[in-house]
T-cell receptor, first 115, second 109 residues
Framework: GAVVSQHPSRVICKSGTSVKIECRSL??????MFWYRQFPKQSLMLMAT?????????EQGVEKDKFLINHASLTLSTLTVTSAHPEDSSFYIC???????????FGPGTRLTVT | ELKVEQNPLFLSMQEGKNYTIYCNYS?????LYWYRQDPGKSLESLFV?????AVKQEGRLMASLDTKARLSTLHITAAVHDLSATYFC?????????FGQGTELSVKP
């Protein structure tokens, strides 16, 4: 149980384009999902907290107009990187918090490369 | 604001040896997590420690929590090559996980 999927697992896009990453909780409901970014050899940095049916809360320094988050259902959150640039290349990991147990479960990550 | 610091950041061990990774945190955290990350992969949950004095063990790894000292440790016993990975601890602040810098462990024959 407690499986979180992300799609796609890898994506390469051209500078200036947008890319959408999906995060799904497969066997539990998640009122809250979290989006992290991890650069090589660094720790995970929380970007934003996504709450079902309401606006996301962004961490300091994260541009909300660049990283659009939608949490339309209890099992799906999406992160759209708009007008991507090479510096946005990173490993994006989502986690979903089980609404009953309050434990967080991590997705497998999405490797974004912007050329 | 919760800050989490790990040390060491890099650890090269010989197989068969024991070592401990330390995780200090700055303010109250109602739970402390340990994760393992292999290169190119996401996080694998190892332990959740909920209370002072909690100790959990899985195979060659043992984690403990001292809430008074705001310290958690991950002890590795008789290391084997398969344990080579990066290990993260994380505290909980208002439902958000705050991660340490990670400890890159390399176990050599």
């Amino acid at each position: 149980g407690a499986v979180v999927s992300q799609h796609p697992s890898r994506v390469i896009c051209k500078s200036g384009t947008s890319v959408k990453i999906e995060c799904r909780s497969l066997d539990f409901q998640a009122t809250t999902m979290f989006w992290y970014r991890q650069f090589p050899k660094q720790s995970l940095m929380l970007m934003a907290t996504s709450n079902e049916g309401s606006k996301a809360t962004y961490e300091q320094g994260v541009e909300k107009d660049k990283f659009l988050i939608n949490h339309a259902s209890l099992t799906l959150s999406t992160l759209t990187v708009t007008s991507a640039h090479p510096e946005d290349s990173s490993f994006y990991i989502c986690s979903a918090r089980d609404r009953e147990s309050y434990e967080q479960y991590f997705g497998p990550g999405t490797r974004l490369t912007v050329t | 604001e919760l800050k989490v610091e790990q040390n060491p950041l890099f650890l090269s061990m010989q197989e068969g040896k024991n070592y401990t990774i330390y995780c200090n945190y700055s303010t109250t955290s109602d739970r402390l997590y340990w994760y393992r990350q292999d290169p190119g992969k996401s996080l694998e949950s190892l332990f959740v420690l909920l209370s002072n004095g909690a100790v959990k063990q899985e195979g060659r790894l043992m984690a403990s929590l001292d809430t008074k000292a705001r310290l958690s440790t991950l002890h590795i016993t008789a290391a084997v090559h398969d344990l080579s990975a990066t290990y993260f601890c994380a505290g909980n602040q208002g439902g958000k996980l705050i991660f340490g810098q990670g400890t890159e462990l390399s176990v050599k024959p």
